[in-house]
């Protein structure tokens, strides 16, 4: 399976973006899925991962009620919705995905065989 994120700009404080996390040569099917984000100068950092056979989600404590993760079968993509955005959001944000993915693992990027490239996300204030 390959990712392909895409989707990041330059957005003033409070804008939105969509993010768009798109799958070749396979699907999300089974899959758990996640974003993940890191700044200049910091540690790789989780954003929101989700696994869809249950629906369970969990939300960094930074991004809760501001982010939302979706996905589109159809289109074989998922989406991270960015509300209200401020400039500590601005990083390079990459997709993840792998299969069996635990619940309480949601958030460790060890989890994650699959990685999308990373979109570059700028907010200004």
């Known amino acids: 399976v390959q990712l392909q994120a895409s989707g990041g700009g330059l957005v003033q404080a409070g804008g939105s973006l969509r993010l768009s996390c798109v799958a070749s040569?396979?699907?999300?099917?089974?899959?758990?899925t996640a974003w993940f984000r890191q700044a200049p100068g910091k540690e790789r950092e989780f954003v929101v991962g989700?696994?869809?056979?249950?629906?369970?989600?969990r939300y960094a404590d930074s991004v809760k009620g501001r982010f939302t993760i979706s996905r589109d079968n159809a289109r074989n993509t998922v989406y991270l919705q960015m509300n209200s955005l401020k400039p500590d959001d601005t990083a390079i944000y990459s997709c993840?995905?792998?299969?069996?993915?635990?619940?309480?693992?949601?958030?460790?990027?060890?989890?994650?065989?699959?990685w999308g490239q990373g979109t570059q996300v700028t907010v200004s204030s």
């Open positions: 989700r696994r869809w056979n249950t629906g369970s989600t």
């Open positions: 040569g396979g699907t999300f099917s089974g899959y758990a």
């Open positions: 993840a995905a792998a299969p069996g993915v635990i619940f309480s693992s949601l958030h460790l990027p060890s989890s994650y065989y699959y």
